[in-house]
């Protein structure tokens, strides 16, 4: 007689994008067993945090969607930061994820003991599971960076995910801003507009791509929720863009790759006329070594009589400004930091503990890998979205947490059906598996020769060094040969 199907208990950590996913696709499946611990009072996850001005998507908003949630009221090309957010409250209402989630409460510690996880939060309260679902993101730990002197500097000071909205900026303010990555180019030529004096401070000029961006027309508005198939055309034609030519590019096919080159440069050439200021922004690596940022504003921005770009490196922060390596002293009333995030926290600073007491830094101490970007060895039942080698240069990350999504269904459905009581991957895999994303890499434009976010201590890109359908079908079926497994004797 076949046994009816289990259910299992899942603590799902963060209710950002990946968090509200998995609830609902755990739903689907039949299990309903769910508690979701989100730190903040509120979903949103990344889009929650940074409210800086001019935060925006820079993939096509109908592509930023669940596949099965579509919104055709986007208003424009590439949805701003609100407007995202707000579709995640609406998805979150209308699948009725919010009843699963507890608010303002940090996980502290998880740690595995004979096939349970034992999960505690900031608010003492203790949780146990069968399964942990770790949906903590990548970009959400601001990066703040060791500049002497800066704790001394008595003006108003933040980071770009930390926005004080509360510190008002107007024409007689001076403003600095440390960094140039995408957040900077889209926060940049706001702070520009408000008339402040703004000055930039460039380590690394950074490659911009021109897509225009532009509003869709209440008309097309009403034809998109008229017709889906339309909106779903919207998607597809984004979808085919990015996997076609932009993840191509930069995984160093040939023809894509020079398209790339060529269009960034182009777009230097003719949006910046004073040769002097063009040579400081022109980077010394290839394109798309660094993510490729697409902006249309942050040129036009630093062209602005009101705007200066210095590039001469940052000595130390004074209580009035910035000291430069040729001695002279900026003087600011702001000091902006957007100087990224720490993306190799991953579920960090929580205690995560697996088997035999093994604490995830003993882990990751030598190196940061997982196997298919998701399991680890000696953290049963443990699953890691958005983990080391997922696909992230410029594609949409919602794709991405869709087909990780249904891999982690598929195994917890094997658990359900009594196949096993634990799984985690094989050390040889998640070798094997480092190995073949090694071999991938040396054609690709992330050992470029430049410094990013993408790359761990070894100078190794966390990243996906193949083409997007290549690992859409590789995570289709979990190998089960990759994976040991355990059966607990009450079952035999």
């Not at 609406?90 to 998880?110: G, P």
Request: aromatic fraction near 12%; proline fraction near 4%; charged fraction near 25%.
């Amino acid at each position: 007689m076949s046994q009816a199907k289990r259910n299992p208990s899942v603590v799902i950590i963060g209710a950002g994008m990946t968090g509200i996913l998995m609830t609902i696709k755990l739903r689907k499946a039949g299990i309903n067993d769910i508690i979701v611990l989100e730190k903040k009072e509120c979903v949103g996850g990344t889009w929650r945090e940074n409210t800086y001005p001019g935060a925006a998507c820079d993939v096509p908003s109908h592509m930023y969607t669940y596949s099965f949630e579509p919104n055709p009221r986007w208003s424009r090309f590439f949805a701003k930061g609100p407007e995202i957010k707000a579709y995640f409250e609406h998805v979150a209402d209308k699948y009725d994820v919010k009843r699963h989630i507890r608010f303002n409460e940090t996980v502290s510690d998880a740690r595995y003991d004979h096939g349970k996880w034992t999960v505690k939060t900031s608010q003492d309260q203790t949780y146990i599971a069968d399964f942990i679902i770790c949906a903590t993101g990548i970009l959400h730990h601001p990066k703040f960076p060791e500049i002497p002197g800066i704790e001394t500097f008595k003006g108003a000071m933040f980071h770009t995910a930390e926005w004080d909205h509360d510190v008002e900026i107007s024409e007689l303010t001076r403003v600095g801003v440390v960094g140039t990555g995408s957040t900077a180019a889209q926060a940049i030529p706001e702070l520009i507009n408000t008339g402040a004096k703004v000055s930039v401070f460039q380590r690394t000029p950074q490659w911009l791509m021109h897509i225009p961006d532009f509003a869709f027309s209440s008309s097309m508005k009403k034809m998109m929720t008229r017709y889906p198939s339309v909106t779903k055309l919207h998607r597809n034609a984004g979808k085919f863009f990015l996997e076609h030519f932009f993840t191509k590019a930069v995984t160093g096919h040939f023809l894509q790759k020079h398209l790339l080159n060529f269009l960034c440069n182009a777009n230097l050439k003719l949006s910046v006329k004073d040769k002097v200021l063009r040579k400081k922004l022109t980077p010394n690596y290839q394109v798309g070594c660094k993510r490729v940022i697409i902006n249309t504003t942050f040129y036009k921005g630093i062209q602005q009589p009101n705007a200066e770009l210095i590039t001469e490196g940052i000595e130390r922060i004074t209580e009035t400004g910035i000291i430069t390596k040729d001695g002279k002293h900026h003087d600011l009333d702001v000091l902006v930091l957007s100087t990224g995030f720490n993306a190799f926290n991953f579920m960090r600073p929580m205690n995560l503990v697996g088997r035999d007491n093994l604490h995830i830094d003993k882990a990751w101490e030598h190196k940061i890998k997982a196997y298919r970007s998701m399991m680890l060895t000696d953290y049963p039942n443990f699953f890691l979205m958005l983990g080391p080698n997922t696909p992230i240069g410029n594609f949409s990350v919602i794709a991405m947490s869709e087909v990780q999504g249904d891999y982690v269904v598929k195994m917890i459905d094997k658990w359900r059906d009594r196949e096993f009581d634990e799984c985690e991957a094989r050390q040889s895999a998640i070798d094997d598996f480092n190995a073949y994303i090694k071999a991938g890499l040396t054609g690709t434009s992330w050992v470029g020769g430049c410094q990013s976010w993408y790359l761990d201590a070894d100078g190794d890109p966390i990243l996906w060094p193949y083409t997007w359908q290549r690992w859409v079908d590789e995570m289709k079926e979990p190998q089960m040969e990759h994976i040991n497994t355990v059966q607990h004797k009450h079952h035999a």
